[in-house]
Each structure stands twice: as C-alpha cells, then as structure tokens.
C-alpha cells in the first residue's frame, strides 16, 4: 500500500512523500518547504539537498540556491554539514566552480530522512484532528456559533473537515500570506481585516506559522483570550 502525504508551502507548491510498504521505497517531490520551528529546520533543508542531488548531476551552490530559494551562505552551510557526514562529495568543474553529488550514505540518509518527515506529520495529522474535535465540541457546549480560522496551510483543511462533525459556523478565514487566494470557497483576508467577520472564537489553523499569526492578531486588536490553539509554542 502506498501512502501519499503533501505539504504546501507559502507559494503555493508541494513537498509530495510517498512511502511503498511493500518496497520500502520513499519518493520525494521538492519544490521547497515553509519555514520550520528551528529544531526541524536542518532536518528539512538536508532533505531538500540531498533530493535535489539525487535527481539531478552536478549541481552548484548557486544552482542548489535557485531550487531551494534560500540564500547562497545557507545552501554553503548546510552542504559543510553533509560533506563532513559523508553523504555528498565534491568534485571540481570548469570555470573554477564545484559540483556535488550523492554518496551511497547520502541515498540512503534522504530515504531515511524522508520516512521521518512522513512519520511526524502523519503524527501531527492524528493528533491535531482528535485535539480540534475536543476543542470544537468544547466550543459548541458554550453557545458558540461561529469561528474564524486564522492559518490557510494544510493544517486549516483538516480542521475544517473535523469541524464539519459540529453544527459551528465558520465564518471567513484570515492569512496574509494567502490572501486573496481562496479556501473552503471563501476568499482568505489579510488578518488585519479579522474584526470584519462576526465570530466569537478563532482557531489557530497552522502549525509552523502560529505564532506569527497569533502576534499579527494581537497586534489587530483580537482579544487574547478568544484565540485557541491545540499546539505548543514553537518558542
């Protein structure tokens, strides 16, 4: 059986896993990641590299750059990282530049890479729907009629799957990073604009970005005490 997991990233594009448990197998398709708390950022990044190595010879630091769409003197730092590990080499190419490729450590280091990077957000997904269940049933107890989320990632669909379970109303949902796009045929607004929706709670709807969502809401007037998250501080 396969099992496909895909996360978007703040342009709009996917990191798309698929894990054979029959073969063993793990497929990366990479066209970048949204930012991470800082304990899974180097895990993520190395992940990225190694993909990317593995699909295509020869690639440069600059060209490692362009893919990932981080900055030069990362790329740098993280392919050290790797080198000294044992899982890319470097070769010298014309016009005084440097190629790297994957070692046999390398392939083996993304596939295991990859299957942890499934396993947590296979994690995240169990955990975050039964949380969001408990909080919107918690809710709907209380007399609420209708909740704003705040977060347009893949985190805000399966709440909103969850929250179909309930008979709350969800009333717009606010992204800056998204707005304009559309979700849940609703169109996302900047979260400034939250005070435009008649709501009682909001939900924080994204994992790696809530705590920016959480000062932008703030800073938007929103009372502290109505905003719920079902995760950590990501400190």
Do not use: C
């Amino acid at each position: 059986m396969a099992i496909q997991f895909q996360i978007m990233n703040k342009k709009k594009s996917f990191i798309s896993l698929t894990w054979n448990n029959t073969s063993g197998n793990v497929h990366i398709m990479n066209n970048g990641l949204p930012g991470s708390p800082p304990s899974e950022t180097g895990r993520y990044r190395d992940l990225q590299i190694l993909d990317e190595l593995s699909n295509n010879d020869a690639l440069t630091q600059r060209d490692l750059s362009k893919r990932m769409g981080i900055a030069l003197g990362l790329v740098n730092s993280y392919l050290k990282n790797l080198i000294a590990k044992g899982y890319i080499t470097v070769k010298n190419i014309p016009s005084k530049r440097y190629a790297y490729y994957l070692t046999p450590n390398g392939f083996a280091e993304k596939t295991r890479l990859a299957y942890d990077l499934l396993q947590d957000y296979t994690r995240i997904y169990r955990e975050a729907k039964n949380n969001y269940r408990q909080l919107f049933f918690s809710l709907e107890r209380l007399g609420v009629k209708h909740l704003v989320f705040a977060g347009a990632d893949e985190v805000a669909e399966f709440a909103y799957i969850t929250l179909q379970e309930t008979n709350l109303e969800l009333a717009g949902v606010v992204d800056s990073d998204r707005a304009g796009d559309r979700l849940f045929r609703m169109e996302i607004e900047p979260v400034e604009h939250i005070r435009a929706f008649p709501h009682e709670h909001i939900i924080i709807t994204s994992y790696l970005k809530q705590d920016k969502i959480i000062r932008e809401l703030l800073q938007a007037g929103a009372d502290r005490k109505n905003i719920h998250t079902i995760f950590s501080p990501q400190g």
